[in-house]
């Protein structure tokens, strides 16, 4: 698979992103309006965008995880959102196509950037690349956060024991999930693994737990919570 020049992601990768996101917009964003867990992660999203003025949202894909009046002015970013109807949104957000490897934005621009759900689809071809992918998404929000600004990531994490076994299969698991599934392959990370990329751009780091409900979403699937170890984190931090 070649790589996509603009990122660390295959374009396979970003492609088939791209292409489930978009043709499955109007499921997904009715399964994240309406499942238990979901609603807990907006209510800790909107508890944590009190004081942002100006939001960049990446990896946005056009559902929006949070009371968008909670915000004055809103930029959502995606690698598609060029191929989306946009006019029934609210006037002030804004929609923008672009990576959230390469941020078509200038330094300094924003008072907060939210990354929801989005980490655990910057995979690579290999483990090693996947998280530089996610070194390069953080490291690229710090970019475009103003002094004092606020970071705010929304993750699905695994343990430990779960990471290591992912970490064996992801290879031969990418295979065969492109084969038999239209979502994109994904990989999940502890918790601390997450935390300590954060950690390298600022050490205060606050990371809370969120409770899951009766159903989560797996690989696009409604799925009850108590089959899969996935926990929901959710990490702020507020640039040096």
Same mark, same amino acid.
């Not at 490291?139 to 064996?168: D, H, M, N, T």
């Not at 990370?189 to 954060?198: D, E, F, H, N, T």
């Not at 699937?221 to 702020?236: M, Q």
């Given at each position: ?7 660390? @992601? ?14 499955? =917009? ?10 238990? %867990? ?8 909107? @508890? ?15 559902? *929006?995880?949070?009371?968008? %009046? ?15 109807? %946009? ?9 923008? %196509? ?11 621009? *924003? ?30 929000? *710090? ?26 299969? *992801? ?25 300590? =990329? ?19 979403? @797996? ?18 931090? @507020?640039?040096?």
């Amino acid at each position: 698979m070649d790589h996509n020049p603009r990122s660390g @992601q295959t374009n396979a990768s970003a492609e088939r992103n791209i292409a489930w996101f978009r043709d499955n =917009l109007q499921g997904y964003s009715i399964n994240i309006h309406e499942l238990d %867990t979901y609603r807990a992660i907006r209510s800790s999203v909107n @508890q944590a965008l009190s004081g942002i003025d100006c939001l960049l949202d990446i990896g946005n894909g056009g559902v *929006f995880d949070y009371d968008v %009046t909670l915000v004055p002015t809103i930029v959502a970013l995606d690698l598609f959102l060029d191929k989306i109807d %946009t006019s029934t949104y609210p006037s002030h957000i804004a929609f923008k %196509t672009g990576s959230a490897l390469s941020i078509p934005e200038p330094d300094g621009s *924003f008072d907060g950037v939210l990354m929801a759900m989005l980490l655990h689809h910057l995979v690579g071809k290999t483990v090693r690349e996947s998280l530089d992918n996610i070194h390069g998404a953080i490291q690229e929000a *710090f970019r475009v956060l103003k002094p004092g600004g606020k970071l705010v990531i929304l993750e699905s994490c695994v343990p430990k024991w779960f990471y290591a076994f992912e970490r064996v299969v *992801f290879p031969l698991a990418s295979v065969i999930l492109g084969r038999f599934l239209a979502h994109p392959a994904t990989l999940q990370y502890p918790p601390a693994r997450i935390s300590a =990329l954060i950690c390298e751009h600022s050490s205060n780091v606050e990371m809370v737990h969120i409770p899951k409900g009766r159903w989560v979403l @797996q690989y696009g699937f409604k799925v009850p919570s108590v089959l899969t170890p996935i926990e929901v984190y959710r990490f702020i931090v @507020q640039k040096p």
